[in-house]
């Protein structure tokens, strides 16, 4: 099951404003946009978002921005959505970055947040150039929460189910995984005969291919 899949089944996106934060390439924000959404790609680094608009389609707006500081309108989304990204969200400014989806979004606008388990091949092998075990821990913990004692959000939904990416050569892995960082990129030199080793022993060739896999779980809130 992919991320934009499963979202469609809770929410209809046609014609709907959705808010794509911490968009990275823009991957999600094209299927969203693909799906019938007027997409709002935000994007803190700014060479990820001067590549993304020479890249994606005219339908979508990239932005920059920044979860605590998003550049929308008070009311103007339908729905925000987080793939695989609250995580990265700075510890001291999550909770502000939740005070924005709740301002961006309109009366009974929806919040979709997807976050990777800190386990699975994936994990297994990322681990070694970026450990997020504590981030990832903690997100979850967030999510889990932010539903109770009557709170902003009410949570509708919660769905685990396991990504799984194809990497035919190791040279795929560094170009989609490490080489997008600075940070794991010079981590991952340091330490490269180890992840090419774990890399190889990871991959899943059960069926033919040469795939990774990364649980993780969906969460659906509506705005009170």
């Known amino acids: 099951m992919g991320h934009i899949e499963h979202l469609s089944t809770l929410f209809d996106l046609k014609n709907k404003a959705v808010a794509d934060v911490g968009a990275g390439s823009g991957a999600f924000s094209v299927q969203l946009s693909q799906a019938g959404a007027i997409v709002s790609a935000i994007e803190i680094d700014p060479d990820k978002v001067a590549a993304a608009r020479e890249k994606l389609p005219s339908g979508v707006a990239v932005l920059e921005g920044r979860a605590e500081a998003l550049p929308l309108a008070d009311g103007s989304q339908d729905l925000l959505c987080y793939f695989f990204s609250f995580h990265h969200v700075p510890q001291e400014v999550q909770t502000l970055a939740l005070h924005e989806a709740c301002r961006v979004l309109n009366p009974g606008g929806r919040l979709h947040i997807v976050e990777p388990y800190p386990?699975?091949?994936?994990?297994?092998?990322?681990?070694?150039?970026?450990?997020?075990?504590?981030?990832?821990?903690?997100?979850?913990?967030?999510?889990?929460?932010?539903?109770q004692n009557?709170?902003?959000?009410?949570?509708?939904?919660?769905?685990?189910?396991?990504?799984?990416?194809?990497?035919p050569a190791f040279e795929d892995f560094l170009k989609q995984v490490v080489r997008v960082d600075p940070a794991r990129k010079r981590i991952f030199e340091?330490?490269?005969?180890?992840?090419?080793?774990?890399?190889?022993?990871?991959?899943?060739?059960?069926?033919?291919?040469?795939?990774l896999h990364q649980p993780c779980a969906a969460y659906h809130f509506r705005k009170r």
Do not use: P, W
């Not at 386990?119 to 539903?147: C, K, N, P």
């Not at 890399?199 to 291919?209: I, K, T």
């Open 119 to 147: 386990y699975g091949s994936m994990f297994d092998v990322v681990r070694l150039v970026e450990d997020e075990t504590v981030v990832r821990t903690r997100s979850h913990q967030i999510m889990a929460t932010l539903a």
């Open 150 to 167: 009557g709170g902003t959000f009410e949570l509708l939904d919660k769905a685990e189910y396991t990504l799984s990416r194809s990497y």
């Open 190 to 211: 340091e330490n490269r005969a180890e992840v090419e080793e774990r890399f190889e022993e990871s991959l899943d060739r059960s069926s033919g291919g040469h795939l």
